[in-house]
């Protein structure tokens, strides 16, 4: 009798003992889904408003385009930014705190082809979660090279330098600073689920900083 009642209590003990293990796992993967969410870098508006959107991002794999929310319109093939059409010299801001790692500011305003792999006048910063934000066919006379940049920093001026029809500002994420991958920032049924704006605001996003 006493046996069978130490091996109860012993089975007892070992059924609390995993019952606890299991809930500790599932708070730490808990904890560590909220901090990889916590961590994820989002973007304001790197606008003082939104002027609309030439030109959004290309999900169609094929030969056609298609936008975040599957619409047909509104781009290009192959297009992997967001186009805002506005006017020369208008300032443009950093979407969020990070460092200013690479600058070229060599070409002419317009009528610059090429020039800068095609960005034209551009910057580059890399944020927290590693992630890289291009700010492409800025006029010449980009600010200096900055060891870092909070949110709303001024980075540059738009124009149409590199290969550009017109002025504009055209936005861009890197999945590192290689850029062996282009990421949408609008979440969306042809997209990705999570946004990477702060407020996408039902395609405007705003300047609210994260």
Known sequence: MKN???KTNINVQTSVIGVLTL???SVLFFAFQTATAEAQVKY???LSSNPGINAWFDHDSGSGFKRYDC?????YNGHEGTDFSTYLGRPI???AHGSLYYRYDNCANSGSSGCGGGFGNHVRIEHTDSKVTIYAHMKSGTPAWYQSLLCSAQVGEVASSGDSSGNHLHFEIWNSTSGSYSTDPFSGSCSQVTSYWVNQNNGSPTT???
């Open 208 to 210: 609210q900083c994260q």
């Open 4 to 6: 069978t009642f130490i």
């Open 23 to 25: 809930i500790a796992v």
């Open 44 to 46: 304001r508006l790197p």
């Open 71 to 75: 619409s047909t319109s509104g781009g």
């Open 93 to 95: 801001y950093a979407g």
